[in-house]
């Protein structure tokens, strides 16, 4: 058994050794996709605001669209009452 115990520690090393470097992998590639997702996360929100501005301006401009419509409606009932 002397012999197989020295045969099996240097494997138990190398292997262990092994899985912390795949392990310290696994942590920097961790780290590196919640940085790319902070970058998403943060681009994202600045799409949501710029939408929210052009939902904004779009209401105006159909609240315009709509105050033109009723403005040429009675601009064209003036055209037809007699004078």
Request: net charge negative; proline share 2%.
């Amino acid at each position: 058994m002397g012999a197989d115990d020295a045969r099996t520690t240097p494997m138990l090393e190398t292997v262990l050794e092994r899985v912390n470097v795949i392990a310290e992998m696994l942590r920097k590639l961790a780290a590196d996709v919640d940085k790319r997702f902070s970058s998403v996360e943060e681009r994202l929100e600045r799409i949501e605001i710029r939408l929210d501005r052009v939902e904004s301006i779009a209401l105006e401009a159909r609240a315009d669209a709509r105050e033109l419509r009723a403005d040429l409606r009675e601009f064209r009932q003036h055209l037809k009452e007699p004078a």
